[in-house]
């Protein structure tokens, strides 16, 4: 009976979506949290949100994901301090990207591996963005949980794809850091070690392809409208991550097309 129900609510068009949306902008309330706090090596659970200006503890109708930045004027309600746009462009962000990940892959194994791919992809590009760093108490706990969710026997991707992808992945960019001496952080490593434990070893391929290809679009572009100088380094993190993103939706379609533009 409940299950029925169920079904019928989960056939309405758009409802899916609808709740992943608003999923997605809790969770990225959370996101938020865990960019603040990750680096500073902070407990991600206590204490609870607060002001970053004044301390003031926010109240629940503070605490709206995107609702209460609008209603709030962008500015704390106790001291008027400004909050930053980082808090509802990620949740934005994260609720988007959540309610497209119900539109590609409805409710299946996928989806649960797009949400935890979706959410720490946003960590660490902000994170990276930020203070180019990519925080190990996200990349080393993802390693491992990739491998066991891809160790569930209905896994589309399976544990020995997950084993090589993180293989392959992390022993490519370890030989890059190797020759290029630092010019790849180990932080980059692990990460793509992770998206390879998630993704299997195809779509890690796919991974690294559309990362390198988005951050030499981006470095050449910024070189040439001289905001970077030749020496300054760009994190490598956030197109990684875009990477594993386009990977994860389309990386079955780019291997297909692929194949079929090398064999005609
Ligand atoms: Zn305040």
Redesign the pocket.
């Known amino acids: 009976m409940m299950e029925n129900l169920l079904n019928q609510i989960l056939i309405i068009p758009g409802f899916l979506p609808a709740l992943f949306f608003v999923l997605g902008a809790c969770i990225g309330s959370f996101l938020n949290v865990c960019i603040f706090r990750l680096p500073r090596q902070e407990s991600i659970i206590f204490p609870a949100s607060h ?1 970053m ?2 301390g ?1 503890k926010l109240k629940p109708l503070d605490n709206i994901p995107l609702l209460s930045f609008l209603f709030l004027g962008g500015k ?1 309600r ?2 008027h ?1 400004k909050i930053s746009w980082q808090y509802p462009l990620v949740e934005l962000l994260s609720a988007i990207l959540f309610a497209l990940a119900a539109i590609r892959f409805g409710l299946q194994w996928n989806t649960l591996i797009a949400v935890i791919l979706i959410s720490s992809s946003i960590v660490v590009s902000v994170i990276d963005y930020k203070i180019q760093i990519i925080p190990n108490s996200i990349s080393l706990p993802g390693i491992v949980l990739g491998l066991l969710i891809n160790l569930i026997p209905s896994s589309p991707v399976g544990f020995l794809n997950a084993l090589y992808g993180m293989a392959l992945g992390g022993g490519l960019f370890y030989v890059v850091a190797l020759v290029s001496r630092g010019g790849m952080g180990g932080g980059d490593i692990k990460l793509i070690a992770m998206f390879g434990a998630f993704l299997g070893w195809k779509n890690c391929l796919v991974t690294i392809f559309c990362g390198v290809l988005l951050g030499s679009l981006v470095g050449v572009t910024l070189l040439v409208l001289q905001r970077k100088g030749r020496k300054d380094p760009i994190p490598f993190g956030p197109f990684l991550c875009i990477g594993a993103l386009i990977s994860l939706f389309y990386g079955q379609e780019i291997i297909y097309w692929y194949l079929h533009l090398t064999l005609f």
């Open positions: 002001c200006n004044c003031a704390c106790y001291c301090a």
